[in-house]
């Protein structure tokens, strides 16, 4: 794990998220843990990957699976346990892996223990203060504070008891821009920041190498947390400050200047630590040109790249966001990063079409996206072709679900993206956990055909694609090949680029097309001599 000061081991990794509810169980109680992330360990550096980054494992209620954390510094039991962490960074070193884990900074759990002293204390008390508690509006302050959406839907603010009485609701509201579950911070509290350097070191003295900033565009909002601005027309119940899709634009809640500060600090705690340690936002903003404001030199290494994953199957599309990133990141000198699936977002084979046309989509795009310069994030399951899973109403679990369905415009949630592993066996849980025990979440009963022991030593599986597509990169478009990409073509038919002198052509059309001249090193289909059939890709030398 040596890196040249010339390119640090982040600058092309390709990163592997784990879900960790829903990777590998180990104890046979239906929710993955760390010793089951460990114990596959092994079939992740055989896929060919540079680094991990773990979704949250902190003590934590569950409410938004570990998103809503209680202790920072701790291990939920139904993870394991600081020693199971401690094993796992351990075992990932010893096999050549990097490990990064996810902090989030915007908001803690309602059961954290500032939380609870929160509510304990007065209005206006320095333990309210660590929080966003407001007087609300109106008579008897019965209206929230300002006109705020939470991200999961509903109100972003939800009021406590009178803190005088203990009864009623009729105290002040605090601010949540997810969950109630999920109080936001106030990062113009210095105790704020003081806290999470603390949380900064624990995990970096304890061998992590870097963080996945959770929201990382939401910690700082507007001070004086003044409406947002609602156009005529527009329903702000609908999907009004949601992150990914967005009805205004208007956003005194997200990107304010003041959260760079907060990076330039942590930049500055990470660079006091040995080897190559990183700092990744989740950063959705509006633009390309914010976006890069996250890696400028003093803050974070990395940010994803939304756009990419928000293309359309359109060979303009996927040509207009190469350029667009490559523009705006040299303008900051910050490397690319390239996402196509993660835990929040419609797997993308389904988003593609579904069925054998998705699929074929999906590992045509996947395989273009590996190509590119900079790092590549690959999220558990995508390497076995897995698709979106219909879940049952009564199966769901996503607060996005539990907080909309009773409304004008419910919301499916997240839980089908999130749809435990099938590893080996004809029937679930598919050796998901020790036993016949089933999962968390049911998986469907055709994914016989899918499990990683199905699929391995099929040269026709996505698997085996995923292997041969990540060894080939190592061999094809490492750092050598350079960070320019010249766009060939970007048509409406076809996205052919060159880098260095690897060419890549994606055919995004309906019909096959011509390849240039040169040897195939690697196609997302078998091909038939020089013919690249629709929604498929190749690499060329
Ligand atoms: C983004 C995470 O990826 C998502 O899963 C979570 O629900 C929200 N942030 C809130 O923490």
Known sequence: MTDTAAAPWWRHAVTYQVYPRSFADANGDGIGDLPGITSRLPYLRDLGVDALWISP????????????????RDVDPLFGSLADADALI??????????????????????????????????????RARYLFRDGRGPNGDEPPNNWRSVFGGSAWTRVPDHSTGSGQGGQWYLHLFDSSQPDLDWRNPEVGDMFEDVLRFWLDRGVDGFRIDVAHGLLKEESLRDQVVPDGVDPSSDASAMIERALTDEPMWDQPEVHDVYRRWRR????????????????????????????????????????????????AFAEVITGTLEELSDVKASPTWVLSN??????????????????????????????????YVYQGEELGLEQVEVAPDQRQDPTWLRTRNTAAPEEGRDGCRIPIPWSGTEPPYGFGPGEGQPWLPQPASWGGLTVAA???????????????????????????????????????????????????????EEPVELPAGEVVLSSEPLDGATLPANASAWLV
């Not at 050549?96 to 007065?122: C, M, Q, Y």
């Not at 599986?461 to 597509?469: I, K, N, V």
């Not at 409406?492 to 060419?503: E, I, K, W």
């Open 343 to 376: 835990h929040d977002v419609i797997r993308h084979a389904t988003r593609y079409g579904g069925g054998a046309l998705g699929l074929a989509r999906a590992r045509a795009a996947t395989v273009a996206m590996l190509a590119l310069p900079g790092s590549a």
């Open 269 to 316: 705690v990470l660079e006091e630590y040995p080897g190559d340690r990183i700092l990744v936002a989740e950063a959705w903003t509006q633009t390309a040109v914010s976006l890069a404001r996250y890696v400028r030199p003093d803050e974070m290494h990395q940010a994803f790249n939304f756009a990419w994953l928000l293309a359309p199957w359109s060979a303009k």
């Open 455 to 509: 699929q391995t030593g099929d040269p026709d599986s996505t698997l085996e694609l995923y292997r041969r597509a990540l060894d080939a990169r190592r061999r094809h478009a490492g750092t050598d090949r350079g960070d320019t990409v010249e766009i060939l073509d970007e048509g409406h038919q076809v996205l052919a680029f060159r880098r260095g002198g690897l060419t890549v052509v994606l055919n995004c059309g």
């Open 90 to 127: 351990a075992r990932a070193h010893e096999l050549g892996l990097r490990l990064i884990v996810d902090l989030v900074p915007n908001h803690t759990s309602s059961e954290h223990e500032w939380f609870k002293a929160a509510l304990a204390a007065p209005p206006g008390s320095p333990e």
């Open 57 to 72: 494992f902190y003590t934590s209620p569950q409410k938004d699976h570990g998103y809503d954390v209680a202790d920072y």
